[in-house]
């Protein structure tokens, strides 16, 4: 995927539309969204990566997870593409938290919150990333 090696905001941008453009169209998913999640969650892994590079990564995530099963999909017998996605998504939570603690804060709490069951967990992390950002500006 060229996303995860753009150099510069500009070829990650290139790269984002043109996956999206493949995955996932206007909010529609095709099958294809299935493998892209465990690929664009792997790649939350590799900590030198730029920050566009994760920000790109975080909004392909955000657009698949909100997405629904494309027509098309559905006439195929796949209605359920966009529940196989959040449920990869799923597998690898742990990966959105240490990103939403440690690094891009903003996008990855936005794609927890469309994944995420547990309201209790997911307060508890809340706690502490406010309570991070509030050293962060003293």
Not at 19 to 24: D, F, P, R, T
Not at 90 to 97: F, S, T
Request: aromatic fraction near 6%; hydrophobic fraction near 45%; proline fraction near 1%.
């Amino acid at each position: 995927m060229d996303l995860l090696h753009a150099l510069t905001p500009e070829r990650a941008t290139q790269a984002y539309w043109r996956l999206e453009n493949q995955v996932v169209v206007q909010g529609q998913l095709y099958q294809a969204a299935e493998p892209v999640v465990s690929v664009l969650m792997a790649a939350l892994l590799a900590e030198e990566s730029h920050r566009h590079v994760r920000l790109g990564v975080l909004e392909l995530l955000f657009q698949i997870l909100s997405g629904s099963a494309h027509d098309s999909e559905i006439a195929l017998g796949n209605r359920r593409v966009d529940e196989v996605c959040r449920d990869r998504a799923r597998e690898g939570l742990w990966i959105l938290y240490r990103e939403w603690v440690c690094g891009e804060r903003d996008a990855a709490g936005e794609v927890i919150k469309l994944i995420e069951a547990d309201g209790t967990r997911l307060d508890a992390i809340r706690k502490v990333v406010e309570a991070s950002d509030h050293e962060d500006q003293q």
